[in-house]
């Protein structure tokens, strides 16, 4: 029997073998010509994957909570205003970071479960005199979706800068940061971009430039400043040598090759993908009547799902009995319903197969715990979605 079991977590996720055995090459140094060449080739290929052809990006040795260090180091300065729009646990983490550097931060948070209600974001911004607002696009604690789009036009609307955390939906779910008016749209490697965990990934938009040049007192954070790596960043793209902190050689080999990847996929083609997978998985969750944490299949997530356990059913109980059936899962991470619900990641290289075998996974352990379900529903109904 093969020992291997499938990751069907909100990251890391399952890599494809070629984004691997890129990985693996032997090292070179971060200034060999090949390097250079294939750092440039990532940059190029993070402004198509973000629809950003204007955009500068940015690719850091770190996790995705570097990636939103750097969004907020870069663009806020002591005193400035802000407001963070929070879908959950990774909303809140702006609050935190944010006042670090000495904004006041008021945040607008959702009853979990529920997406950004932008009426009550349009009066809020009517309300006083904000420097940067702050939407996570898939909030991997709660499966929510916002609407980037019209979060990118409200920041438009009233001058003010938009960071979008798409840690949980670059190159899942649709972005079109230049036309959606994004000025920051951040991820990490170990999500849908489909790379080991270790890189943090930035595109910033003119704006976004344009008021980190305007600062009028240094950025408060070392290591993530941009004015250390935009020359690096420009050089690589020139195909020079440059240095400032030694890039993760190995991971970024692995970006360019799954980078080339998601390309030749194409972006329309692989956010439908996801979109059909999502819809499959929600699908499955209904047949099985296990409700879900997102109020409504509208702003549910299409990269995770976030089903409910039945009640008196432990967690731990049933995601061993889904780890013995080949499959590994996420418990859940909002924390007043963390025993309430689990999730199942499904973004990048997932294939319809993966789903299915997580479906019946999730089904079999149901069963074997003794919840009253009627093996096979859920794959059913999954099929039906998938065949259509
Ligand atoms: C995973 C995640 C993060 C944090 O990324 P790390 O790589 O764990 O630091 C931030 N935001 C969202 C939406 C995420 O899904």
Redesign the pocket.
């Known amino acids: 029997m093969k020992d291997r079991s499938l990751l069907m977590i909100?990251?890391p996720i399952e890599f494809e073998p070629a984004v691997l055995g890129a990985m693996g090459a032997p090292t070179t140094s971060h200034v060999a010509p090949d390097f250079i060449e294939t750092f440039g080739r990532a940059i190029e290929g993070l402004r198509e994957v973000w629809h950003a052809p204007t955009g500068q990006p940015f690719i850091l040795a770190g996790?995705?909570?570097l990636a939103?260090d750097t969004a907020g180091a870069n663009l806020v300065e002591p005193g400035d205003r802000v407001l963070v729009l929070s879908t959950g646990v990774?909303g809140d983490r702006f609050v935190d970071l944010l006042g670090r550097y000495g904004t006041q931060v008021d945040v607008l948070r959702t009853v979990p479960g529920e997406t950004v209600d932008f009426d009550a974001v349009r009066d809020q911004l009517a309300s006083a005199d904000y420097k940067l607002m702050t939407a996570?696009h898939?909030?991997?604690s709660t499966a929510v979706r916002v609407n980037a789009q019209t979060f990118g036009a409200l920041g438009a609307e009233f001058g003010v800068l938009t960071i979008l955390?798409g840690?949980?939906s670059v190159a899942g779910e649709e972005i079109r940061q230049d036309e959606w008016q994004l000025d920051v749209v951040l991820t990490?490697s170990?999500?849908a971009i489909g790379v080991p965990?270790g890189l943090a990934l930035v595109v910033a938009g003119p704006r976004a430039i344009q008021a980190f040049e305007n600062r009028t007192t240094p950025v408060q954070n070392y290591y993530a400043d941009w004015a250390k790596w935009l020359p690096i960043m420009r050089a690589y793209e020139d195909r020079r040598p440059s240095y400032f902190g030694t890039p993760a050689v190995n991971l970024v080999c692995a970006l360019a090759c799954s980078l080339e990847l998601i390309l030749a996929e194409g972006m329309e083609t692989r956010w439908a993908r996801h979109a059909v997978i999502g819809e499959a998985m929600r699908a499955a969750i209904h047949a099985l009547d296990l409700g879900q944490i997102p109020t409504s299949d509208d702003h549910a997530a299409n990269t995770l799902s976030a089903p409910r356990i039945p009640t008196g059913l432990e967690p731990p109980r049933l995601l061993s009995g889904i780890r013995e059936a080949g499959v590994i899962l996420a418990g859940g991470l909002y924390p007043e319903l963390r025993s309430a619900y689990f999730r199942v990641g499904h973004m990048g290289a997932v294939r319809t197969g993966d789903l299915l075998a997580t479906i019946g996974a999730i089904e079999s352990s149901l069963a074997s715990c003794g919840y009253p379900v009627s093996v096979g529903d859920g794959l059913r109904a999954a099929q039906h979605v998938l065949a259509a």
Do not use: L, N, R, W
């Open positions: 909100p990251g996790s995705g909570t939103m990774f996570t898939v909030d991997t955390d840690v949980c990490a170990q999500k965990p």
